[in-house]
């Protein structure tokens, strides 16, 4: 069984409410309104963002919140609205040292809605980074910071350790699936996003690339060999490149 969510990130995150609030009026919750606030860890006095059924977001203060009933003030809409985007999947071979933590608060700040570790056959594993110091168990606070931060309405979907054959399988979902080589490779990232998909996944190799045999399997999967240009880059400034160059393209970044 493929490993899951382990933030209740995704949809499961998103407050959304029953009708079009009136600004400084409190609103009651659906069961599943606060369902999603407990994924952000709410409290009462604490401010989310949630959406309308027209889809326009907000910010609203939690004025009452049990875990099963809550209701909010909504006091300031918010420019943009929440419907069908393009969703950005990044499965990212696990760094050395913190870098990885780094990694997931830009790429959440970014509008990335699946982050997911994974190791490949020159990365580091979680035992041995684990061996060093133990800070896994941080990386879903650390989602959960940024998202705050960022006024998203949404976590993005933070997945476990995941094998190469488990990145694999979930990234070859995806309509358009990009794999980033430091050279080597046949396009540009900007040539690969001609068309608008509805789904992207990428995958980002570890310190010293992918192997031959990597690179030859998932290609023969449909995956793009994609470069960033001549600069070799360290392999979270690659991430956070191509994540805000596809958001910039297809996203909501200007």
Known sequence: MLPTCTNNGGDESLVRLDEVPTLETEIDLSPAACHALTAWGARVGQVVTVVDTEASLYRAR?????????????FERLAGEQRDRVRIEVYQALPEKERFELVLEKLTELGVDRIAPFQATRS??????DARQKKSHRWPEVVLRAA??????ELPELYPMLSWDEATWLANQADL?????????????RDALEQKPLRISMLVGPEGGFTPEEVAEVTALGFLPVSLGP???RTETAALTAAAIIQYQFGDIG
Do not use: H, Y
């Open 231 to 233: 600069r070799i880059l």
């Open 124 to 129: 580091i594993s979680l035992e041995e980074r």
């Open 177 to 189: 699936k990009l794999m980033l080589l430091e050279n080597g490779a046949p396009w540009l990232l």
């Open 62 to 74: 939690v004025s009452r919140f049990d875990g099963s009933v809550g209701t909010l003030v909504p």
């Open 148 to 153: 705050r931060q960022c006024r998203r309405a």
